[in-house]
Structure formats: structure tokens, C-alpha cells
């Protein structure tokens, strides 16, 4: 593995920034779909009375 890192050093970069990238696209995918369902209880307001 290290000879691997030796012959393309730029490769650690490119896999850095593409876990960067997937660990982005979670956080919004997963903050997004919490928003939404919590929208739909609150902004009923058949449910609050």
C-alpha cells in the first residue's frame, strides 16, 4: 500500500476529498429528510388545536 502512495502521491488527496464529499452529501441528505418531517407535524394546524 505505501508503495502505492510513493508511485502517485496525489492519490491520498483524491481519496481524502472524496470521503469529504460522501461525508457532505450524508449530513445534507441526512439533516433534509429530518426538516421535512418535522415541517409536516408543526405547520398542520389541524393538529394544533
Not at 472524496?18 to 409536516?40: D, E, P, R
Amino acid at each position: 500500500m505505501s508503495d502505492l502512495f510513493d508511485e502517485y502521491p496525489m492519490l491520498i488527496f483524491a481519496l481524502e476529498s472524496v470521503l469529504a464529499l460522501a461525508l457532505l452529501i450524508f449530513i445534507v441528505v441526512w439533516t433534509a429528510s429530518g426538516k421535512k418531517k418535522n415541517q409536516n407535524r408543526s405547520n398542520d394546524p389541524a393538529k394544533r388545536r
